[in-house]
């Protein structure tokens, strides 16, 4: 959505009639029904106003498109200013411009965060040319127009009340950010560097051409953490951390480093729903990993533990699995200090006892705290959804000082869920009673909300919605009874009156029902969803919720017996009934709160209540797009990960090295594996592989290729054979190399694969060695640009490729 669109004549009428800010916010009055803040009107004059000065000049042309506030899809961001026209090449270019009104920062010890002074007060922020960039790399992974159609992308930030001399702003530990993109500040010389910019790559206007393809662009599917997981913990990009979320995951990294032996430290990170926990928790665990600190992924709930292992089989051994991932029981015994770091995700669902009996150990909040040096807790009160649950802001800082360990209090705010929207998440808790929020209405173009008249049209939604992706369940609040757990053909979920009738995933595939193939006709619950999520989430909401004259009650006598969320709750009951019942109706609230917000593009509900149903619906408005019938897809063949692999694992005992297997490595673990000539042995912590119909031989290895870049010869995920250190001509070959000056987004390193080429010198030159190094993809995708080394560069060629296998 863009809130501001015009080309750049009209944008200097508008600045000229000192009134832009107000025609920005009538737009965005229009747009969204939603005000803002006396600030952020304030900075629009100030910040556009400058932007206006910018743009006086007769060579940047008069149909350049300028997009004002441009919310990138499926966030919650929003893009200060963004400026389109036609590159030299003939290549629809887009300027995005991070606009800040700061005249001073601090530097930090913290990648690209600087401390800021606002309002409030002294505060830590990502550095703007890393917003700038990162808002670039989102704007590319979500909208396909930009993806797909060698759209690019030039961000840069622009601080004009910031002194150009002088100041942390531009420091040196900051140039890698600059780089990406480039830093313009107070004065006269500066503007005149931001128009350079400008004119360097917009040579002609697009009359607004490319301001038309973003806004009316296709949403590209958005990464769900569970398939990103395999790459993040290789080290690739596969989430850009964004603005709050780069601060917490810096000052984790920080406090990760630097404790020591020094006494304890204790982060707690506060977030909602789709605020980026979990992708945080993970980059931090991939992180810590490859430094070779000891550090584990602690959840209570299993569902996610369960999910992730299973997509790391077959890529990493078992052994590592296991000690990457554990519950929060597991810490009774374990000696103070003994890992360096734990990152406790979901912790508001801590127990205070572990073991299958719930009688083990003092507290699970404590023995976390005295097991590390360092424990991170990411938590969301509001997801607390059993009597059990202890997990609370107050209860870990009571633990942490009596640990004598220093605290920190942190939040994470940026939406990711939910469509990015902060407006649907508002609307929940109002709508639940959970608080009180100013959002009465939820328009369903913002976030694809529907209340269906029967379970029947719910799971046929839901199974359409699944055909796209396989993205898609249905889940209830527990007010049914579980005679599948004893008789697997007896039907849980059962309402004759609407011909329907389902079981629960509780027993068939457990804590994987969230991604099983076949589980979409069966019902989850709670405890196999929470931390996850999916596209579209169906929720039922049975007879422990229902609204009576405007007033939201729950009921927790409508509960299934079997359900052991509220076990003891009677017994609570007599000991204080006032404070029983208003827990009791926050875990009942929290229930359907975590159920509704696990669909990252839609939630369609069915209440067993009409006068709860039309409640819901009195509260929504707009237009729903129509649910297009997908084809039936083929029935997926179910394979374990293994046999996916297009290779055998041989055991260590049979292993022969480079005889009857060769080791399957990390492409980024390849420069340090075989250099200065040296090769791998049985000993080292490697799998060892058989390919079919392939010679073995010295320096060959097998590692795979994630990316776009090179899928015209190397699909993405595609297993390849590498040989290392290759001798001979490298023109014209696929190589894996490296350089202190390439920075391949796919890779997330200084190493990439490409084609390579080089251009001699003349024998007249100084130089006699290569002058320019070129790495090419090969690609479908336009967008993929090649690497240029200059002259003075020498990339080491570390493999080159052998085969693709099939």
């Not at 649907?424 to 269906?452: C, G, K």
Request: glycine residues 8%; neutral net charge; proline residues 5%.
């Amino acid at each position: 959505m863009i809130i501001y669109q015009a080309d750049k004549r009209q944008f200097l009428k508008d600045v000229g009639g000192n009134d832009i800010e107000s025609v920005v916010l009538n737009s965005y009055t229009n747009r969204t029904g939603k005000r803002v803040s006396r600030q952020e009107f304030r900075s629009w004059a100030s910040s556009l106003a400058y932007m206006g000065k910018v743009l006086y000049d007769d060579d940047i042309p008069e149909d350049c498109g300028v997009a004002i506030e441009y919310t990138i899809p499926q966030t919650a961001m929003r893009v200060d200013f963004l400026l389109t026209g036609i590159t030299e090449g003939n290549q629809g270019c887009v300027i995005v411009v991070e606009l800040k009104q700061w005249d001073k920062v601090k530097k930090t010890t913290k990648d690209a965060v600087v401390s800021t002074r606002f309002a409030a007060g002294e505060q830590e922020v990502a550095h703007p040319s890393y917003q700038a960039w990162s808002y670039a790399a989102l704007l590319k992974n979500f909208n396909e127009a930009v993806y797909t159609g060698g759209i690019e992308l030039r961000p840069c930030a622009y601080l004009h009340n910031y002194p150009a001399i002088g100041g942390d702003i531009n420091d040196a530990c900051y140039a890698e950010h600059v780089q990406r993109a480039p830093l313009f500040l107070s004065g006269d010389p500066e503007r005149e560097k931001l128009r350079n910019f400008i004119k360097l790559h917009v040579r002609k206007g697009d009359q607004g051409k490319t301001l038309y393809e973003i806004d009316g662009g296709r949403i590209r599917p958005s990464k769900g953490l569970a398939d990103s997981l395999l790459g993040m913990l290789k080290r690739n990009d596969e989430f850009i951390l964004i603005d709050d979320q780069k601060v917490v995951y810096e000052t984790a990294m920080q406090y990760a480093q630097k404790v020591g032996d020094k006494g304890k430290r204790v982060l707690i990170v506060e977030g909602g729903p789709g605020t980026g926990k979990s992708v945080v928790a993970i980059n931090l665990l991939a992180r810590l990993t490859e430094l070779s600190l000891n550090a584990r992924y602690v959840t209570k709930n299993a569902a996610p533990r369960a999910v992730y292992e299973a997509r790391l089989t077959g890529h990493f051994r078992k052994t590592v699995i296991s000690n990457m991932f554990t519950g929060s029981g597991s810490f009774t015994i374990t000696p103070p200090n003994e890992f360096d770091a734990l990152i406790v995700d979901e912790a508001h669902r801590l127990n205070e006892k572990g073991g299958l009996y719930g009688n083990l150990g003092e507290n699970q909040i404590k023995e976390l705290i005295n097991s590390a040096r360092f424990t991170v807790f990411f938590i969301d009160e509001s997801q607390r959804v059993t009597l059990k649950d202890i997990g609370t802001l107050e209860a870990i800082k009571h633990w942490a000082e009596a640990l004598d360990a220093k605290v920190d209090v942190t939040s994470l705010k940026s939406q990711f869920r939910c469509n990015g929207s902060d407006g649907y998440l508002a609307w929940l808790d109002n709508t639940l009673q959970v608080r009180e929020t100013a959002n009465e209405t939820l328009d369903v173009e913002e976030f694809d909300f529907r209340v269906v008249d029967s379970p029947t049209e719910l799971r046929r939604l839901i199974e359409l919605r699944n055909r796209e992706r396989n993205r898609a369940r249905m889940v209830a609040g527990y007010c049914w009874p579980w005679p599948s757990k004893n008789n697997s053909k007896a039907f849980d979920i059962v309402m004759p009156e609407h011909d329907f009738k389902a079981q629960w995933n509780l027993t068939t595939d457990g804590s994987l029902w969230i991604e099983a193939p076949n589980s979409v006709s069966q019902v989850g619950c709670i405890h196999t969803c929470q931390g996850l999520e999916v596209d579209y989430v169906g929720v039922i909401v049975g007879d422990d919720f229902v609204v009576r004259e405007g007033k939201a009650v729950t009921r927790p006598e409508k509960r299934a017996r079997s359900d052991k969320t509220i076990h003891g709750l009677k017994k609570l009951a007599k000991e204080d009934p006032i404070a029983t019942r208003k827990l009791a109706d926050a875990i009942l609230k929290n229930t359907y709160r975590t159920l509704m917000t696990r669909g990252m593009k839609g939630c369609y509900i069915y209440c067993t209540d009409k006068e709860t149903a039309d409640f819901f619906r009195s509260r929504i408005h707009g237009e729903h797009a129509p649910v297009v019938e997908q084809p039936t897809p083929e029935p997926a063949a179910v394979t374990t990960p293994e046999e996916t692999r297009p290779f055998r694992v041989i055991p260590a005992r049979e292993v022969k090295p480079y005889q009857n297997s060769i080791p399957l490595i990390p492409l980024k673990m390849a420069a340090g594996a075989f250099s200065a000539g040296q090769m791998l042995d049985p000993t080292d912590e490697v799998e060892w592989v058989a390919p079919d119909s392939l010679t073995l031989g010295p320096k060959l290895f097998v590692a795979q290729v994630i990316g776009e870049s090179m899928n015209r010869r190397i699909p993405n995920g595609a297993w390849c054979v590498f040989r290392a250190n290759p001798g001979g001509t490298r023109q014209g070959k696929v190589v894996l190399a490296q350089h202190r000056d390439i920075e391949d987004p796919e890779t997330g390193g200084s190493y990439t694969v490409k084609v390579y080429s080089s251009e001699k010198g003349t024998p007249g030159d100084v130089e006699t060695g290569n002058v320019r190094i070129v790495l090419s993809p090969h690609s479908t995708d336009s967008s993929f640009q090649p690497i240029v080394l200059e002259s003075g560069s020498s990339a080491t060629v570390i493999a080159e490729l052998v085969s693709v296998l099939a």
